[in-house]
């Protein structure tokens, strides 16, 4: 088989495990097993602690002491077992504990995949930088395909998603076993602490970088709120509106955001070149503001339709314009001596510790809104909302930088 066509693959099974799960997860908690507010936010603090410090160790692992393939297939097979009693587990302490348990061996393998792609083709003498994004599409694609089965099939709002999960997670693990070797790296050398980006902290002593990952910090907690309500937000109209195509297909609709994020990657080039990091970091502020207002008078029907299709639209400038332009950022502005470290530490304080603020602190605002007769839903998005948009403001008003369309000649994905 062609090795383009056997890495497509690993990455759409890489993906199509994750989004079997993680958009319908919130309203399945929400649901099925009645897990209060602040309960469901806990449970998506697992997210942002499964990768504050594994991604560095199973890292080490893969270079001195595993082939990289191999690792992925083990730590996938055994995230199948905790997917099968995922699946069985009812009470909030027990989910909580295995889903950690799932996550410490799933987000590693973000990396692992692109890892065990990069070596491959290179190794078979391919421009990574002219056929790796090709491949990893794939991978968004599977998330979209998996998150719309399980709505289809009916599987968004009960624990056969992760009986899904677990078939596809054991898959992979076999199919990783099939993939050519990874060598062990004989000249990495890197510590704990340089893979997970702290020794790039030196670069707080810059005033633009300080500013730069603190809000990297808190823009990662605006993707959990996503992440963690917008499946029980949409099963919170099933009463109202038991027939509506975007109650029933929850799933399918939320996919939206994910086909709006591939599409808004095709514009970055344009919108960096033309307006500069610091204004298109703005953007995503206030895609962000767009996105939970846009819930905020969305519904299932009519003209709310529209506004909640409108708010997956923006999802894509709201994720993209920020993560894909800080990592440039981080690149053009810091020495080359701390880049590697200094992105490492962008994908720590956004997925790990912004994540964990954002799973708490929303569960928090929504348990506050809620009541015996239901939650409040216009209150709890206009707080979210209210928080992008003071975000936007006030980077606007402190983040120091000058344009200079002469940085970016060309950017490659």
């Given at each position: 088989?062609?090795?383009?066509?056997?890495?497509?693959?690993?990455?759409?099974?890489?993906?199509?495990?994750?989004?079997?799960?993680?958009?319908?997860?919130?309203?399945?908690?929400?649901?099925?097993?009645?897990?209060?507010?602040?309960?469901?936010?806990?449970?998506?603090?697992?997210?942002?602690?499964?990768?504050?410090?594994m991604?560095?160790?199973?890292?080490?692992?893969?270079?001195?002491?595993?082939?990289?393939?191999?690792?992925?297939?083990?730590?996938?097979?055994?995230?199948?077992?905790?997917?099968?009693?995922?699946?069985?587990?009812?009470?909030?302490?027990?989910?909580?504990w295995?889903?950690?348990g799932?996550?410490t061996?799933?987000?590693?393998?973000?990396?692992?995949?692109?890892t065990v792609?990069?070596?491959?083709?290179?190794?078979?003498?391919?421009?990574?930088?002219?056929?790796?994004?090709?491949?990893?599409?794939?991978?968004?694609?599977?998330?979209?395909?998996?998150?719309?089965?399980?709505?289809?099939?009916?599987?968004?709002?009960?624990?056969?998603?992760?009986?899904?999960?677990?078939?596809?997670?054991?898959l992979?693990?076999?199919?990783?076993?099939?993939?050519?070797?990874?060598?062990?790296?004989k000249?990495?050398?890197?510590?704990?602490?340089?893979?997970?980006?702290?020794?790039?902290?030196?670069?707080?002593?810059?005033?633009?970088?300080?500013?730069?990952?603190?809000?990297?910090?808190?823009?990662?907690?605006?993707?959990?709120?996503?992440?963690?309500w917008?499946?029980?937000?949409?099963?919170?109209?099933t009463?109202?509106?038991?027939?509506?195509f975007?109650?029933?297909?929850?799933?399918t609709?939320?996919?939206?955001?994910?086909?709006?994020?591939?599409?808004?990657?095709?514009?970055?080039?344009?919108?960096?070149?033309?307006?500069?990091?610091?204004?298109?970091?703005?953007?995503?502020?206030?895609?962000?503001?767009?996105?939970?207002?846009?819930?905020?008078?969305a519904?299932?029907?009519?003209?709310?339709?529209?506004?909640?299709?409108?708010?997956?639209?923006?999802?894509?400038?709201?994720?993209?314009?920020?993560?894909?332009?800080?990592?440039?950022?981080?690149?053009?502005?810091?020495?080359?001596?701390?880049?590697?470290?200094a992105?490492g530490?962008?994908?720590?304080?956004?997925n790990?510790?912004?994540?964990?603020?954002?799973?708490?602190?929303?569960?928090?605002?929504?348990?506050?809104?809620?009541?015996?007769?239901?939650?409040?839903?216009?209150?709890?998005?206009?707080?979210?909302?209210?928080?992008?948009?003071?975000?936007?403001?006030?980077?606007?008003?402190?983040?120091?930088?000058?344009?200079?369309?002469?940085?970016?000649?060309?950017?490659?994905?």
């Open positions: 088989m062609n090795i383009k066509l056997r890495l497509t693959i690993l990455n759409f099974l890489e993906l199509f495990v994750f989004g079997a799960w993680l958009i319908s997860l919130g309203g399945y908690l929400g649901g099925q097993l009645h897990f209060e507010g602040i309960q469901i936010g806990k449970i998506f603090t697992t997210l942002g602690i499964a990768s504050l410090v991604p560095g160790i199973v890292g080490i692992i893969a270079d001195k002491y595993l082939n990289a393939q191999k690792l992925l297939g083990i730590l996938h097979i055994i995230g199948a077992g905790f997917m099968f009693f995922l699946a069985q587990t009812k009470d909030f302490d027990t989910f909580f295995m889903m950690l799932y996550l061996v799933y987000m590693p393998t973000l990396g692992l995949v692109n792609s990069y070596s491959i083709l290179t190794s078979n003498k391919l421009d990574i930088i002219k056929v790796f994004p090709k491949i990893r599409v794939w991978g968004t694609i599977g998330f979209i395909v998996a998150e719309v089965a399980v709505g289809t099939l009916g599987w968004a709002q009960n624990n056969m998603q992760f009986y899904f999960a677990m078939g596809i997670s054991l992979m693990g076999i199919y990783a076993f099939t993939i050519p070797n990874v060598p062990l790296s000249s990495e050398n890197k510590s704990l602490i340089q893979r997970l980006g702290l020794d790039a902290f030196v670069l707080f002593k810059e005033y633009k970088m300080a500013v730069f990952f603190i809000f990297a910090t808190l823009l990662g907690v605006v993707l959990q709120i996503s992440n963690a917008a499946s029980e937000f949409l099963r919170s109209f009463a109202d509106y038991p027939n509506s975007a109650v029933t297909n929850s799933n609709i939320i996919a939206l955001s994910q086909v709006s994020e591939t599409l808004f990657i095709l514009t970055i080039p344009f919108f960096l070149k033309r307006f500069g990091i610091k204004t298109v970091m703005i953007m995503s502020m206030l895609a962000w503001f767009l996105r939970f207002g846009l819930f905020g008078v519904a299932p029907e009519g003209i709310g339709l529209g506004y909640l299709i409108m708010s997956m639209v923006v999802y894509g400038a709201a994720f993209d314009f920020f993560n894909i332009s800080g990592s440039l950022f981080i690149e053009t502005e810091t020495d080359s001596k701390y880049r590697g470290s992105q530490l962008f994908v720590l304080l956004t790990g510790v912004g994540a964990v603020l954002g799973g708490m602190g929303s569960g928090f605002v929504v348990q506050h809104f809620t009541t015996e007769t239901g939650r409040d839903w216009l209150s709890i998005w206009l707080v979210f909302a209210a928080y992008a948009l003071i975000l936007a403001i006030v980077f606007r008003l402190i983040f120091k930088y000058k344009h200079n369309p002469e940085v970016i000649k060309e950017i490659k994905h």
